[in-house]
């Protein structure tokens, strides 16, 4: 088995369970088709005719472009020729938010959105989806760049769910949850800070559901965006619970809530 000296662990979990695409020509086209692509890659010191007409229609798609090391592409590819340029596609469809928004009113359901601030473990996003089905989330938003997408390692992970709940990738998170307000969907945010103990707070209306990243939380901006934010009790020694873990406490709140048990 090859060593693996320039893909950190994640990079290896995704190229190992995923499909990805290389050279200049097949990349190209599939940015033209309209592919779901999660990043492309493009080595340093590519030719910059090359480099120069992927970028451009990269960010005409908004797809993520990554400059990184050669040898990172020389080890994903496995000896293909990927001329300095590998996209990583994805294992499956994203959907759009308004297809999630219109899951909730088929169902004649206030709208239960999870909304991912830059989750990039892709067994943590696997895990939330699983979570997800369980307590009916009509979706899931992520935002394209500092985010897992949806590869054959969060599918696993997912334990099926995956095929049931959508999940929508949107350019602008903050944009996307001015948008959800609009809507008359609060947007509840996780936070240490938070004023209201999770058990305390109104989660039975209209809601999105804001997790943050494993290390930093939810990011400055998205936190000014929530209507409010809520925090998780902490009696041990730990000071912080692994992000799919508080999305399972507060998506079971919000199902507990919208089905209490009759007396």
């Not at 009113?105 to 943590?124: A, R, T, Y």
């Not at 809601?207 to 009696?235: Q, Y």
Request: charged share 25%; proline share 4%.
């Amino acid at each position: 088995m090859k060593p693996w000296p320039v893909l950190n662990r994640i990079e290896r979990e995704e190229f190992i369970m995923s499909e990805y695409i290389v050279g200049k020509n097949p990349v190209i086209e599939a940015i033209r088709s309209g592919r779901s692509i999660n990043k492309i890659w493009i080595a340093e010191g590519s030719q910059k005719g090359v480099s120069g007409q992927v970028m451009a229609l990269a960010k005409e798609a908004g797809v993520t472009v990554q400059i990184v090391p050669r040898k990172k592409l020389d080890q994903a590819a496995e000896g293909e020729s990927h001329q300095g340029v590998l996209a990583y596609i994805a294992a499956y469809d994203y959907a759009e938010l308004e297809d999630i928004l219109a899951r909730a009113e088929q169902k004649g359901e206030s709208p239960f959105l999870v909304i991912l601030d830059e989750i990039e473990d892709p067994h943590n996003l696997g895990s939330i989806l699983r979570t997800a089905d369980a307590t009916g989330v009509h979706g899931v938003i992520i935002p394209k760049r500092r985010s897992a997408g949806l590869t054959s390692t969060v599918a696993k992970s997912s334990a099926g769910a995956i095929e049931y709940v959508p999940v929508a990738r949107v350019t602008n998170l903050a944009r996307t949850i001015d948008d959800l307000k609009e809507r008359n969907i609060w947007v509840v945010g996780t936070d240490a800070s938070g004023k209201e103990e999770f058990r305390e707070a109104r989660l039975d209306m209209g809601i999105a559901l804001v997790i943050g990243s494993e290390g930093k939380g939810m990011s400055r901006l998205i936190r000014e965006k929530c209507d409010f934010t809520v925090n998780l009790p902490m009696v041990g020694n730990v000071t912080s619970l692994n992000a799919s873990v508080a999305g399972a406490l507060l998506m079971y709140e919000v199902y507990r809530q919208r089905h209490p048990l009759s007396k």
